[in-house]
């Protein structure tokens, strides 16, 4: 038996044999560069056998973290920062945008009684116009909400406000034990749609409109594109995606297919398809996938996933699924039309009737029973997803504790990366603008009644492939790494985008690029996130208002039997407790939160009207 100097020693050789292979993909191997043996998939060029996507919704940076690491403690839950912590962040506080700031409105701090607020407006257009070439002064006139209906906190110039680690305690704990970059952005401007397309291919143009009615299995195209699904459409009527449709391989889209808005189809390949050409497994895991009523096997019939909700902190309910958050949707190679489940655990992240598209409840049972996928896509229902207007950061915090507290508490958390990411920034202020690496000349008028493109994007370079409306890099958000194998308290300025992930997953598994002009190609790399000659050999648990319960050593933990659950669950739930087991208030700010209701802030969830934003 090897001594245990002489097993430290390997698995130091073997770490650094994975930097050097990572580093020569890096480089920059052509998409098609195949050729010759094609890597098994337990053979990755880094250690990491196992990545996570923890992917949520609508947060810039500065909406997070414009104070960190310094929080006010006046209320919520106490943060204290290690004076370890670097001090080269680039937010609010260190570029002293906190009270001299060229918007309408200076940024204010909000509590966590306040944590239900209105929804910012965060269309492709006016986020460009946001930032105004870069002086990043008209988030007033251009995303914000105005005035919040439906009871939700709301105040002039609301999108200006930020959270600080009295609320989001979760994330800004997290960033001190691991690595948080404070240079990623949204691959596009716009809402959610884009942002998850973005995630898993790199390309949103490709998009084609379909009739609802023709069903989920083969949809018909519309005579005419709809506006709402197709920007810029060609002569074939494939365009751009800019807003939030529908996906069309999807029994649960348009309200389980009782309203008549046409669905969207996206063309081309992602990631999923190269994972699957390599043999590699994955998953795309979220709330309420299962369906509340199964399809029937009938011809014509649909699934139908309205009946699983869940109350926010608010008291407010929510439908847990979202069709226009689940990418993998709008591809027929990779959707799961009739939300089917899987026939076993074994099943999970491999080619069976559920099609690598699962329920939440799936993710807890397969990383119980060790049979992790190789990467994994996890998406929370409604109410936790941070989305503002139904969500909001204490329910989030919530689900990422409960996740992440579960992953490292597993028999994969020594060789796994987490990474937390999100869709776009609802249209929340974030000082911080990217000079457009790929440029668009849409003028038709946008939806606030200018040209498309606002003159920075019209001036950027020209479009990858010729494809309009994919001006970007867009808007910033946080991006962490949390895994035993990433940098300790460590603030990362590598420019990246949502692209950037997969590009990690593509280079990790050898699988070459997606090509069709996708921003795998330019994406920038997380490898600056991680330090692999120098593990940190973490297991960070958090308690449920997001701090610290324990930090120690990763621990071995034997996978258990288990099995799938083949109905929803937790339908209907609008008890004390959530879907983890944590209170649905924390503690000393439920009766806070009813208290401002009652001066003004009732909170009362109002649904999307029509189809909305994301």
């Not at 195949?34 to 919704?57: C, M, N, Q, W, Y």
């Not at 939700?152 to 600080?164: N, Q, R, S």
């Not at 449920?544 to 209907?572: C, E």
């Amino acid at each position: 038996m090897a001594s245990r100097g002489s097993r430290a020693a390997m698995r130091r050789l073997g770490a650094l044999t994975g930097v050097a292979a990572l580093a020569v993909l890096g480089a920059g191997a052509p998409a098609g560069a195949a050729g010759g043996h094609h890597p098994t998939p337990s053979r990755t060029a880094t250690p990491i056998k196992h990545v996570v996507v923890l992917f949520d919704e609508n947060i810039s940076f500065d909406h997070y973290f414009a104070t960190y690491p310094k929080a006010a403690n006046t209320d919520g839950t106490k943060f204290t920062a290690s004076p370890r912590t670097p001090r080269d962040i680039d937010n609010l506080r260190t570029a002293g945008l906190l009270k001299h700031n060229p918007n309408q409105y200076a940024p204010k701090r909000l509590t966590p009684q306040q944590a239900m607020t209105c929804d910012q407006n965060h269309d492709y257009g006016p986020e460009q116009y946001a930032y105004n070439g870069g002086k990043a002064d008209r988030f007033v006139q251009n995303t914000d909400s105005g005035k919040c209906s439906g009871g939700l906190f709301g105040e002039p110039g609301l999108v200006m406000d930020y959270y600080d680690g009295n609320t989001v305690t979760g994330l800004w704990n997290y960033a001190q034990h691991y690595a948080l970059n404070d240079r990623s952005f949204s691959s596009v401007y716009g809402p959610s749609t884009p942002g998850a397309i973005n995630l898993v291919s790199g390309q949103t143009h490709g998009v084609i409109s379909t009739d609802p009615a023709s069903g989920t299995e083969n949809p018909r195209q519309t005579a005419t594109p709809d506006p709402h699904a197709v920007q810029s459409p060609d002569a074939k009527g494939v365009g751009t995606m800019v807003n939030d449709p529908d996906p069309a391989f999807d029994d649960c889209s348009d309200k389980d297919h009782t309203s008549k808005n046409a669905l969207a189809v996206m063309q081309g390949r992602n990631i999923g398809d190269v994972l699957n050409s390599r043999k590699v497994s994955w998953g795309w895991f979220q709330g309420g996938f299962r369906a509340s009523t199964p399809w029937d096997g009938t011809a014509g019939h649909y699934a139908k996933c309205g009946g699983t909700t869940h109350t926010n902190v608010g008291g407010a309910a929510a439908v847990d699924y979202s069709p226009h958050h689940s990418p993998f949707q709008y591809y027929k190679s990779t959707a799961n039309p009739h939300h089917l489940p899987p026939k076993s655990v074994d099943e999970i992240g491999h080619a069976g009737p559920a099609n690598h598209n699962y329920d939440l409840t799936d993710f807890d049972a397969v990383l119980k029973a060790g049979k992790l996928p190789a990467v994994s896509f996890l998406k929370a229902p409604e109410y936790q997803d941070a989305h503002a207007g139904y969500s909001d950061p204490l329910d989030e915090q919530h689900f990422l504790v409960n996740q992440i507290n579960h992953i490292q508490q597993s028999p994969q958390w020594k060789d796994t990366a987490v990474v937390v990411a999100y869709d776009d920034s609802d249209g929340w202020y974030d000082h911080a603008f990217a000079t457009p690496r790929n440029g668009s000349k849409d003028t038709s008028t946008g939806s606030n009644g200018k040209p498309t493109d606002s003159p920075a994007c019209q001036a950027g370079p020209a479009a990858a492939g010729g494809y309009a409306d994919r001006c970007g890099p867009g808007t910033r958000q946080p991006l962490l790494v949390i895994s035993p194998y990433s940098k300790v308290n460590r603030i990362d300025h590598t420019p990246t985008e949502q692209t950037s992930i997969i590009k990690f997953v593509e280079d990790n598994w050898h699988t070459g690029r997606i090509g069709d002009a996708s921003f795998d190609s330019r994406a920038g790399s997380l490898q600056g996130m991680f330090d692999f000659r120098h593990p940190n050999n973490k297991q960070v648990l958090l308690n449920t208002d997001g701090s610290v319960k324990s930090v120690g050593p990763v621990r071995h933990v034997d996978p258990v039997a288990t099995t799938i659950t083949q109905g929803p669950a937790m339908q209907n739930a609008a008890s004390a407790t959530d879907s983890a087991g944590f209170p649905a208030l924390p503690a000393g700010i439920g009766a806070a939160v009813v208290a401002a209701g009652a001066t003004g802030t009732v909170l009362v969830l109002r649904r999307r009207k029509g189809r909305g934003t994301a």
